[in-house]
C-alpha cells in the first residue's frame, strides 16, 4: 500500500511558478513509478508527465514539455512538479499517482492522492 499526499497548490499569477509537492508513504513507495496528473471542471484527467522509480527517467506531455518538470528525492519519500510560465488554462486539480510500470493512462496508476488546487490568475 501507497497513501500520496499533495501540497502546494495556491492561486498565481499567469507567468508565475509554483512548485508541487506530493509525499509518499509505505515501505515500498520508492519502487513505483509516479505521475503528475490535472482535471479542470467539466474535464477528463489529463497526463502530465511520468519519473522512473529511480529519477533517472522522465516523460512528459506534449501541453506541458518545457515548461513542467518532475522530480523525486526518495530519501525524503517526495515527488515535486515543478511548473513555470503559468497560464490561466494550467488551472486544474493537480493529483500524483503510482504505478508499478512505467504508465500513461490514469487508468493505469494504482494510488492517488487527493489532489492539490492550483488557479492561475490572468
Known amino acids: 500500500q501507497v497513501q500520496l499526499a499533495e501540497s502546494g497548490g495556491r492561486l498565481v499569477q499567469s507567468g508565475g511558478s509554483l512548485r508541487l509537492s506530493c509525499a509518499a508513504s509505505g515501505r515500498t513507495s520508492h519502487l513505483y513509478v509516479m505521475g503528475w496528473f490535472r482535471q479542470a471542471p467539466g474535464t477528463e484527467r489529463e497526463f502530465l508527465g511520468t519519473i522512473n522509480s529511480s529519477g533517472s527517467s522522465t516523460y512528459y506531455a506534449t501541453s506541458v514539455k518545457g515548461r513542467f518538470t518532475i522530480s523525486r528525492d526518495n530519501a525524503k519519500n517526495m515527488v515535486y512538479l515543478q511548473m513555470n510560465n503559468l497560464k490561466p488554462e494550467d488551472t486544474a486539480i493537480y493529483y500524483c499517482?503510482?504505478?508499478?510500470?512505467?504508465?500513461?493512462?490514469?487508468?493505469?496508476?494504482?494510488?492517488w492522492g487527493q489532489g492539490t488546487q492550483v488557479t492561475v490568475s490572468s
Open positions: 499517482a503510482a504505478a508499478a510500470l512505467w504508465e500513461y493512462e490514469a487508468s493505469r496508476y494504482d494510488y
